[in-house]
């Protein structure tokens, strides 16, 4: 499989190492490349310095016709930015963004992005260390519940997640 | 009308200045404190020293009222988080976001941002209108960036020049339709000949812009005597 993975941070670099070594194509970036000595010296991918959330460089990194894609750089919005510019403009199918708000995780799960929202996964464990209910909604990936959002009727999926009104 | 800025760099600032001296009620979101605390010196309480990326902090400062939501940080991922957190979250009728990568805007688009503000595209048509000769200038965009509005001017070595409309070798995707030669405006009639100095007025699609400019403008060399562009 082909794989572009933006941010090269432990996630970042852990995951493409992984994956990498499985025998997929994968290309990492970051803005900069300190990150990757996060890398193996044998790293079997492609590292590339560059903005992920450039339209011209996603491309450049081969986007286009990826099987997957991966926005987990430090920023929330970054993330969201480029997942969404794989998913619209060069139309892969799998993606997910982590996002570390969980009422913007929430609100972009409805709006047809997979997200994963590194806060209410730790928030789970940690209060089921300490005996609480397990969370359902912190299952690892949170699948893409809504449709991605169509100008023409935002309120498609404006009911669809409304907890901080 | 109720307006929420997200965003207090000096476009922030002095939108909310002039849209309080037009009688908007104005709220404005800057999450630095430092920042925040000096734009409040100048336009008194409406300021909040908040994300206004995150959701319980546009509804804190009432998204769901607000008629406009205008996102103008400098940095364009937050502007269409935003965007999109008020438009579908809050369903705020009309988002504004200021987009320094222009090629970002086609997406913000298509994500649900009703405007978008590029200092970036303002700039270039500027410098453009400045450069008249031997460039195709980009006049507007259509059908949400589609299509451009484009003029050519025909130069000396154009190798347009002696020719009629059906002897240019346009792909589809592109079409010319007016011509201006002085100060006379006219339809491009099939008996009509390109001179140096005239100007073209063309519909394109952006795949065709190469095919436009070799056609009309010429590749910058010298023109082969009797030589098609092909």
């Not at chain 1, 970036?29 to 590339?48: T, W, Y």
């Not at chain 2, 849209?19 to 909040?48: F, M, P, Y």
């Amino acid at each position: 499989m082909r794989i572009v993975i933006v941010g090269c941070g432990r996630v970042g670099a852990g995951l493409a190492e992984r994956l990498a070594r499985e025998g997929n194509d994968v290309t990492v970036i970051d803005i900069s490349s300190e990150a990757f000595a996060r890398l193996e010296p044998d790293f079997p991918g492609r590292a590339i310095r560059a903005d992920g959330t450039d339209e011209d460089v996603l491309r450049r990194v081969g986007t286009d016709g990826a099987d997957m894609f991966f926005a987990l750089t430090e920023g929330d919005n970054r993330n969201v930015l480029a997942a969404q510019l794989a998913n619209e403009r060069f139309g892969v199918q799998r993606v997910v963004a982590k996002v570390n708000d969980p009422v913007r995780a929430e609100a972009y799960t409805a709006l047809g992005l997979a997200t994963i929202c590194r806060t209410r996964l730790l928030v789970d464990a940690l209060g089921r260390y300490a005996g609480l209910e397990h969370d359902p909604g912190a299952e690892g990936v949170s699948a893409a519940t809504g449709q991605h959002s169509h100008p023409a009727d935002p309120r498609v999926v404006a009911g669809s997640a409304t907890e901080s009104r | 009308m109720y307006i929420l800025v997200v965003g207090g760099g000096r476009v922030g600032y002095y939108l909310t200045k002039e849209l309080l001296e037009a009688g908007h009620e104005v709220v404005i979101l800057e999450k630095n404190d430092h920042r925040a605390r000096q734009i409040a010196d100048e336009v008194g309480s409406i300021v909040l020293n908040r994300d206004g990326c995150e959701g319980r902090h546009l509804a804190e400062a009432g998204a769901n009222r607000a008629s406009i939501v205008a996102a103008v940080t400098g940095d364009d991922e937050d502007n269409l988080v935003v965007c999109q957190m008020a438009k579908h979250h809050f369903d705020v009728p009309r988002t504004i976001a200021r987009v320094n990568n222009p090629k970002n805007e086609p997406l913000f688009r298509h994500l649900g941002v009703d405007e978008i503000i590029s200092p970036t595209r303002m700039a270039l048509a500027a410098i453009e209108q400045d450069i008249p000769v031997h460039e195709l200038l980009h006049l507007a965009q259509l059908k949400g960036g589609e299509l451009e509005l484009l003029e050519a001017q025909i130069g000396e070595d154009s190798p347009a020049v002696g020719r009629r409309p059906a002897d240019i070798n346009l792909p589809e995707g592109c079409s010319l339709f007016v011509l201006i030669r002085g100060t006379s405006v006219q339809p491009l009639r099939n008996e009509t000949v390109f001179e140096a100095g005239d100007k073209v007025l063309a519909v394109s699609r952006a795949e065709c812009e190469v095919a436009l400019h070799r056609e009309l403008i010429g590749d910058g060399e010298p023109v082969a005597a009797g030589g098609s562009a092909d």
